[in-house]
């Protein structure tokens, strides 16, 4: 799957941004998808993933409770809502996706999955 991340910006703390990932329309509704960050000088780490069927959900504890995932197969997107942003939000954020056999699997490890977008930056200022 190909995919093209959007979305990312310039936003000052507490607002919002929604990130949207676009895949290629080939097989996507087969694949489970993730969001990960990156921030300078630290690891790449999990933020949210979704299932194959959209009925599955995961968060790492840094977002959850503000962060939603959601998905569109029929417009083979994926996206990710962003609410009452932090500093530490800041970070270099990517899609990816896993070809998954069973529909409600989700994962929350970069190494699980097999394609990755480009990346969009979202800056969050104090």
């Known amino acids: 799957v190909q995919l093209q991340a959007s979305g990312g910006g310039l936003v000052q703390a507490g607002g919002s941004l929604r990130l949207s990932c676009a895949g290629s329309r080939r097989n996507f509704n087969m694949n489970a998808m993730g969001w990960f960050r990156q921030a300078p000088g630290k690891e790449r780490e999990f933020v949210a993933a979704?299932?194959?069927?959209?009925?599955?959900?995961h968060y790492a504890d840094s977002v959850k409770g503000r962060f939603t995932i959601s998905r569109d197969n029929a417009r083979t997107t994926v996206a990710l809502q962003m609410n009452s942003l932090k500093s530490e939000d800041t970070a270099l954020y990517y899609c990816a996706s896993k070809y998954v056999r069973r529909p409600e699997t989700v994962h929350i490890t970069p190494n699980d999955y097999q394609d990755w977008g480009q990346g969009t930056l979202v800056t969050v200022s104090s």
């Open positions: 979704i299932s194959r069927n959209g009925y599955n959900t």
